[in-house]
């Protein structure tokens, strides 16, 4: 088993700014692709960021130039540096993994979701 913890959600003034962060831990041989969704209320869950294992990162347009996705591989952890904070960015926001573990002799792989952290932004 995989398990995901985020932190670093809060409260925080319009142009503001919070860094979350996702810790990995468990039954991990390799992690592929670890991404950051959003879900505000009444609205499907999105695409905030992804980043690959060699670190190359895609964005949603709604946060490009303001959010910043990193990863340090040694540690299995993400994070989400992000600035300049809207309203509209309120939202819950899930770490999502792409996870290799190695139970010998069988590999699996399957798709992880931490719980989720809130983010508010008041105007």
């Known amino acids: 088993q995989v398990q995901l913890v985020e932190s670093g959600g809060g409260l925080v003034q319009a142009g503001g700014s919070l860094r979350l962060s996702c810790a990995a831990s468990g039954s991990i041989f390799s992690i592929n692709d670890m991404c950051w969704h959003r879900q505000a209320p009444g609205k499907q869950r999105e695409l905030v960021a992804k980043i690959t294992t060699g670190g190359r990162t895609n964005y949603a347009d709604s946060v490009k130039d303001r959010f910043t996705i990193s990863r340090d591989n040694a540690k299995n952890t993400i994070y989400l540096q992000m600035n300049s904070l809207k309203p509209e960015d309120t939202a819950v926001y899930y770490c999502?993994?792409?996870?290799?573990?190695?139970?010998?002799?069988?590999?699996?792989?399957?798709?992880?979701w931490g719980q989720g952290t809130q983010v508010t932004v008041s105007s």
């Open positions: 999502y993994a792409d996870v290799v573990s190695r139970i010998i002799p069988n590999i699996y792989r399957n798709d992880y």
